[in-house]
């Protein structure tokens, strides 16, 4: 067998959440009508959307471009409002898929069919038992809706009435987590942690569905299911099996690959003249525990190609070895062509967490920018890997590492990408994710990638449990901003690049047209546009709210439009000269800069010296047990030696405030100013200050100068 390193494998055949009313039907599939009386013509959706927008990504390649010209650079100044509809549900993350006259949308537990010019209702359709979410919107194709569930089922709706067809089970079995539903936080069904997170995708009359796992110990999976009947075709669990292909990179004689995470979270994207469908995975579990999963625990952090007919292996490319720091490939993989050495190359893009894209081959898996192994931070106790790939000669579209323009508080140690973080090392700060969740776009006439992205950071822990994850605190002062960049797809190069008061990482993304338009919805509650050329800005609309649903646009009687879903379930759609308003707002985030000669200091907002609730008490915990979110499968318990408890108080003035040292080591509670201190307090002591007069003090432990706290005295 090949190794985890290696960028493509021969192909070998690799065979692989639901409510109480479905437990015990270990479906496979319940079939509620077999055929569709005719077949329609078969799609083809390899061209940028046109007319249609019939994917979430505009096409199988998820390129999220537009071939429509009619809003421009010249004239998208005088774009308005065409129309908005609040839907019936709290919240969306979905892209508007527009198809044969009709608009589907997904909000909360329902589908819409709307009129796309209007905003009309056409038809709902609702689950029964209700999922909590269905996420990020839907695949029509074969005269049928395709929409995934958060109890890993997947539905298909006629196009046209909403009448159910068929419904199917990605996973093999809907048995009960009790575990789960005791938690207080979750993903996907609280009774079995396996869901669907990103839309499906249809291509040839398959249907591809993904299946995430909340990482509630559960193996992610890719299934296969015939558009017309439901049939499932074939399945792919993403950590492989004693015996599969990949099995080698992880321990022997154990049994930690069958909680081996990697789910799929975003949707595949397809090439049926290759025949092949393609998709990234997450990262492994348990999170931060290396110790128990030596190996580069494939198909984690991968990129896997698939024979779309059979679902066998075919090729993979991990940018990631032996995660431990929840690197995903979290942002939709991208299609491209590019011309090298005279000859077309049939490509592929995905983003690393780290801010690095890595372009192949699409047939094969091998570099089109070529890829070599690098040294990175070791730790054995983790069991970390010798080497992390990167693309050769390539723009990182982030800092690699934690630095002073980020105004990280005394007491913490500054820590970059890849720098594993153990017991020993309990002050670590290190970059968070770059890219996440936001889709990128391709645009073919430039050769550019349109990538969202952050730069923030985080206090990062490690726990003895392996399995636990938690850790960190308060963070007082740390600076994050985001980045809109322009890459180059035949250098991977920085082109231009914007910054945001905010990250974009995990937001509503960005799209492409011919117009020669980038647009973006942003946090602010606009929706902007940019010249996709230079990234200058263009043209901002006020919607009042959040936008985290990716744009997109369409064609109806000669006029196009461009639609976006905000977080609160709102659905804008603008069109050159529409007549509603922007939504007056009290105040509304200054215009974005370029990078290009900017005073930093005026862009880079310093948030406050903390954030988060704060609590009426005079009672302080310093060293206290905390138990995670259950991620593993139940739900542990471990001491937090390293937080105050709560970390942000208010009390009356005279009040005196006590601290309880709950840890096994000396702890202490000073103000950093020095006009107070508790004094050290052994393991299982108490030690009390009375607050005479008003003021709002920040202090530390001392003994360990990266724990923080805020007491306000009024």
């Known amino acids: 067998m090949q190794s985890a390193k290696d960028f493509s494998v021969q192909p070998k055949c690799f ?14 599939l319940v079939t509620l009508v077999p055929v569709i009386a005719a077949d329609p013509p078969q799609e083809n959706y390899s061209r940028p959307a046109a007319k249609d927008w019939p994917l979430v990504g505009g096409d199988w390649g998820n390129t999220r471009f537009s071939s429509l010209t009619q809003i421009n650079v010249d004239n998208v100044k005088s774009l308005g409002g065409a129309w908005s509809k609040k839907l019936d549900e709290v919240g969306s993350r979905a892209t ?5 006259g009709l608009m589907f949308v997904t909000a909360g537990a329902h589908v819409y069919a709307l009129n796309p010019k209007s905003g009309e209702t056409v038809w709902t359709y609702a689950p029964d038992p209700a999922p909590n979410n269905l996420y990020k919107g839907v695949a029509v194709g074969g005269g049928l809706v395709y929409v995934g569930l958060s109890d890993s089922q997947v539905v298909a709706l006629k196009e046209k009435t909403g009448e159910l067809v068929w419904k199917g089970m990605v996973a093999d079995s809907v048995a009960a987590r009790p575990d789960l539903a005791k938690l207080n936080f979750y993903v996907g069904s609280p009774t079995t942690g396996k869901y669907v997170s990103g839309s499906p995708t249809y291509a040839n009359g398959i249907v591809v569905v993904g299946m995430a796992n909340g990482d509630y110990g559960i193996r992610g999976r890719v299934a296969g299911f015939d558009a017309k009947t439901g049939k499932r075709l074939w399945t792919f669990d993403t950590i492989p099996a004693p015996g599969e292909i990949g099995h080698d990179t992880w321990p022997k004689d154990t049994d930690t690959w069958q909680k081996g995470g990697a789910g799929v979270w975003m949707t595949p994207t397809v090439d049926p003249e290759l025949g092949l469908v393609y998709f990234g995975t997450g990262n492994p579990l348990p999170y931060y525990g290396g110790e128990g999963r030596a190996g580069d625990n494939l198909f984690s952090d991968t990129l896997v190609a698939l024979d779309l007919k059979t679902g066998k292996h075919r090729w993979h490319f991990q940018p990631v070895h032996h995660d431990l720091w929840e690197f995903d490939i979290a942002m939709p993989v991208m299609f491209y062509d590019v011309q090298v050495d005279g000859k077309l190359r049939k490509g592929i893009a995905a983003m690393r967490d ?17 890829v070599e192994e690098r040294p990175v931070r070791q730790n054995a106790h983790n069991n970390t890997s010798p080497t992390q790939p990167y693309p050769v000669g390539a723009d990182q579209i982030v800092p690699n590492c934690i630095d002073k323009e980020m105004g990280a508080p005394a007491g913490f140690e500054l820590s970059c990408y890849f720098d594993p973080v153990d017991l020993d090392r309990p002050n670590v700060i290190m970059p968070s994710s770059a890219v996440r ?26 726990f003895q449990d392996p399995y636990f994850l938690g850790g960190g605190g308060p963070v007082p002062g740390l600076k994050k901003w985001g980045v809109l960049t322009a890459l180059d797809s035949k250098t991977d190069k920085i082109v231009w690049q914007k910054r945001f008061p905010n990250p974009i990482s995990g937001g509503s993304g960005v799209m492409a047209t011919a117009g020669g338009i980038l647009f973006h919805g942003e946090g602010d509650g606009n929706l902007y546009a940019y010249d996709a050329k230079t990234g200058d800005q ?16 369409y064609e109806i009687d000669g006029e196009q439009y461009v639609s976006v879903m905000e977080t609160n379930a709102t ?60 991620i593993s499968g139940d739900v542990r318990t471990e001491l937090d030696e390293y937080q105050f408890r709560p970390s942000r108080t208010k009390v009356p003035v005279g009040t005196k405030v006590t601290w309880t040292n709950g840890g096994k080591i000396p702890h202490d509670a000073t103000a950093k100013d020095g006009s107070w201190t508790t004094g050290e307090i052994p393991p299982g002591q108490t030690a009390s200050v009375t607050f005479t007069k008003p003021g709002t003090y920040t202090y530390i432990d001392k003994q360990h100068p990266f724990i923080y706290g805020e007491l306000t005295v009024e």
């Open 96 to 100: 508007p898929v527009v198809h044969d």
């Open 571 to 630: 659905l804008w759609t603008f069109k050159l000269g529409g007549a509603v308003p922007p939504i007056a707002v009290a105040s509304v985030t200054p215009v974005n800069p370029t990078m290009a000669g900017v005073d930093l200091s005026k862009v880079v907002k310093a948030g406050t010296e903390f954030s988060g609730r704060v609590a009426k008490a005079d009672q302080i915990a310093i060293g206290v047990l905390v138990q995670d979110t259950g």
């Open 354 to 370: 780290d801010g690095y894209m890595f372009l192949l081959d699409r047939a094969t898996g091998k570099p089109i920018i070529p």
């Open 437 to 462: 969740v936001a889709p990128g776009s391709f645009d073919p006439r430039l050769g550019y990638f349109y990538v969202p992205g952050g730069v923030s950071g985080g206090w990062h822990r490690r």
């Open 538 to 553: 263009l043209w901002q609309f006020q919607t009042g709210y959040s936008e985290d649903g990716p744009p997109s646009t």
């Open 15 to 28: 065979l692989r959440s639901g409510r109480s009313a479905l437990i015990g039907a270990l479906l496979v």
